[in-house]
């Protein structure tokens, strides 16, 4: 009895070795799911945990500004590491008409009720928007999240250029800003100076990753262009 199965000290070994397996396989597990969404998205680029589903909202392609350049280029190096992305218009910065308000207006809501249905069609991971961070642009994205409804998909926005200032004046504004705040879980910043002013405005600094954009000139006669970057 003393050599039964009880007290086999081989038996125990391997029933230790099987509980200290699974402590480990549920730990990983425990520290996968509190991983922040957005650190798993670049482990997933790397082909570490999974193949990500993506819907970028894009700036129009005759926009005016960097958006419109630097842009198409990330979504093809997303595509090359082997991620699933879908693009749609999402209209940011000028063009060379005008839009008047109320073209503005019917702009919003038919491109928020778009992505509605294309968030209801596929079930994806991250939402990309391209945007920025001032009066207008504050209430255009509260309106369009509030239309389009992610649900578990979580937001990333962008910001090509920010005035958080801003928004000391404007204390009405400051409501759709904390809105804002809430429906997003990340924003793309592009300078340590944008980053701090979030930060000493009372944003959570680890929601906040710093971003790089960059162009290709495929030909150079385009710095005599008259037509803004």
């Known amino acids: 009895r003393l050599t039964g199965k009880k ?3 081989a038996a125990q070994r391997s029933r230790n070795a099987g509980r200290n397996g ?3 396989k549920n730990l990983r597990l425990r520290q996968f799911q509190h991983r922040r969404p957005f650190e798993i998205a670049e482990k997933g680029l ?3 945990f999974i193949k990500m589903k993506i819907l970028i909202g894009m700036p129009a392609k005759d926009s005016w500004g960097g958006p419109a350049r630097c842009e198409p280029p990330f979504v093809s190096a997303l595509e090359k590491l082997g991620l699933s992305v879908e693009t749609s218009d999402y209209v940011y910065g000028d063009k060379e008409k005008p839009t008047p308000l109320s073209g503005r207006i019917r702009r919003v809501l038919k491109t928020a009720f778009r992505f509605r249905r294309l968030l209801r069609r596929k079930d994806f991971d ?3 928007l391209n945007s920025a961070f001032d009066a207008r642009t504050v209430l255009r994205d509260s309106v369009s999240l509030f239309i389009m409804r992610p649900g578990k998909t979580k937001v990333f926005i962008k910001l090509h250029g920010s005035d958080i200032e801003s928004f000391r004046s404007l204390p009405r504004y400051r409501i759709l800003m904390w809105y804002l705040n809430r429906k997003a879980d990340a924003f793309g910043v592009l300078s ?3 980053l701090a002013a979030f930060d000493r405005f009372g944003f959570d600094r680890n ?3 710093l971003v790089k954009n960059a162009i290709t000139f495929e030909n150079p006669a385009i710095f005599d ?3 803004p970057l």
């Open 207 to 209: 929601r906040f990753f």
């Open 22 to 24: 699974s402590k480990s």
């Open 225 to 227: 262009s008259p037509r």
């Open 7 to 9: 007290n086999n000290p």
């Open 126 to 128: 991250v939402i990309h």
């Open 46 to 48: 790397r082909g570490s």
């Open 192 to 194: 340590n100076e944008e």
